[in-house]
T-cell receptor
Framework: DAGVTQSPTHLIKTRGQQVTLRCSPK?????VSWYQQALGQGPQFIFQ???????QRGNFPDRFSGHQYPNYSSELNVNALLLGDSALYLC???????????????FGSGTRLTVV | GQQVMQIPQYQHVQEGEDFTTYCNSS?????IQWYKQRPGGHPVFLIQ???SGEVKKQKRLTFQFGEAKKNSSLHITATQTTDVGTYFC???????????WGLGTSLAVNP
């Protein structure tokens, strides 16, 4: 049973560029959440997708956008990269969030983004 | 807005000593989850607590949810070097789908 798969694992981008990060949820999971984790900090919620729609959003600017596909995989796009966007980006999948039944999240290993 | 405070921020123990981290919410939670993140790793789900006063055990780990569902604790008995990492609590209020995360407690264990 595959866990959450994220790609790429590492990425270096230049300030002002755009980046797309990808996530395949755990088999059977239908909800994908994206988090940003700076070094030594806790995960900061970016947004959550269910049924191909953004259902909730954290305090992140519109430069951060996402998408969920019919197979539940998801992308996180960040435009006009800033140095402060350097962080570990984590994808977490879960089941049943939309039904009100709460389950634990399964996290991927993350994408380490460095903006120079 | 809803906040989840976690203390202590850091804890350094000798192997074999006990360890406890506390989580306090500004609002009543519908449930609370605990995660462990090893250095260089990603958060791994440990447990979810739902009921008022609930206590759950996983080997040397004991999780509690307060009667008012506004606080929680994780206690590790006789720590081992494999317990090293950062422990996060994350809670939901009402029907909110969003998890609110604490800042984590980093545990270091001296062998």
């Amino acid at each position: 049973d595959a866990g959450v798969t994220q790609s790429p694992t590492h990425l270096i981008k230049t300030r002002g560029q755009q980046v797309t990060l990808r996530c395949s949820p755990k088999s059977g999971h239908d909800t994908v959440s994206w988090y940003q984790q700076a070094l030594g900090q806790g995960p900061q919620f970016i947004f959550q997708y269910y049924e191909e729609e953004e259902r909730q959003r954290g305090n992140f600017p519109d430069r951060f956008s996402g998408h969920q596909y019919p197979n539940y995989s998801s992308e996180l796009n960040v435009n006009a990269l800033l140095l402060g966007d350097s962080a570990l980006y984590l994808c977490a999948s879960s089941l049943g969030v939309a039904t009100g039944v709460n389950y634990g999240y399964t996290f991927g290993s993350g994408t380490r983004l460095t903006v120079v | 807005g809803q906040q989840v405070m976690q203390i202590p921020q850091y804890q350094h123990v000798q192997e074999g000593e006990d360890f406890t981290t506390y989580c306090n919410s500004s609002t009543t939670l519908s449930n609370i989850q605990w995660y462990k993140q090893r250095p260089g790793g990603h958060p791994v789900f440990l447990i979810q607590l739902v009921k008022s006063g609930e206590v759950k055990k996983q080997k040397r780990l004991t999780f509690q949810f307060g009667e008012a569902k506004k606080n929680s604790s994780l206690h590790i008995t006789a720590t081992q070097t494999t317990d090293v990492g950062t422990y996060f609590c994350a809670g939901r209020a009402g029907n909110n789908r969003k998890l609110i995360w604490g800042l984590g407690t980093s545990l270091a264990v001296n062998p």
